[in-house]
């Protein structure tokens, strides 16, 4: 199980010290919610984020791209310091080219989906997918309750990637935390992403194995 916690719910004026207490923590990837105020009803960071934190971590960099159009903004992303760079189908008409660029510059190509978008719209692409992302909640804001209609959608993803003999990692983003994470888990998600559930426990070491089940 790769744990990602996202930094939306971090304390913003420490970044560094939250992402460390993670990183000690044991989490694998750092999952970064970027948000254009169109796509998704507010803000967050952008690239110029990556590049201060990326000195000081070596967590795998999980951006999650909830833009309009995210081919406008791939390579800076990539220049900052992504290691894997996840858009939204519903945002954007140019996947083949998106991930044409992210194996171009080795970096992993996810495509998230939300919680309307059906899972069979990516069965073009199953072969070159390396993250599909299963929204549990509608994207914009952290701590929403899980959206439980995401296990059997975590279960269809799995069902798509044999049927396709693929190899894209599963993960799950919203309302995850010691209750819901072991549906994700049993319905066959390989990475999960969580904000509150992990940057507001007092002791993020133990949120994480709580998560890790
Ligand atoms: C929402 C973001 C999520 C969010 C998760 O649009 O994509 O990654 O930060 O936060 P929690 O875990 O609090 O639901
Ligand atoms: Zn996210």
Request: charged content about 25%; proline content about 6%.
């Amino acid at each position: 199980m790769i744990l990602s916690p996202s930094l939306f719910a971090a304390n913003a004026g420490r970044l560094d010290e939250e992402i460390a207490q993670v990183e000690q923590a044991g989490a694998e990837y750092l999952h970064i919610d970027v948000m254009d105020g169109m796509f998704v009803p507010n803000l967050s960071f952008g690239y110029n984020i990556l590049s201060g934190i990326r000195k000081n971590s070596r967590l795998f960099f999980d951006v999650h791209l909830m833009i309009e159009k995210p081919e406008r903004f791939l390579d800076p992303f990539i220049r900052e310091g992504a290691d894997g760079v996840t858009v939204h189908y519903e945002a954007t008409d140019t996947l083949d080219e998106i991930a044409k660029t992210c194996r171009e510059e080795n970096v992993k190509f996810g495509v998230a989906l939300c919680p309307k978008t059906p899972v069979s719209v990516l069965e073009p692409w199953a072969g070159v997918l390396d993250i599909l992302l299963i929204m549990s909640i509608e994207p914009g804001f952290g701590g929403q309750p899980f959206m439980p209609e995401a296990v059997p959608r975590i279960r269809e993803a799995s069902a798509l990637r044999n049927k396709k003999n693929a190899h894209f990692l599963i993960s799950v983003d919203g309302g995850v935390n010691p209750k819901t994470a072991p549906l994700c888990r049993e319905a066959g998600a390989d990475i999960l992403v969580a904000g509150s559930s992990v940057f507001r426990a007092r002791d993020r070491k133990v949120a994480l194995e709580l998560l890790r089940g």
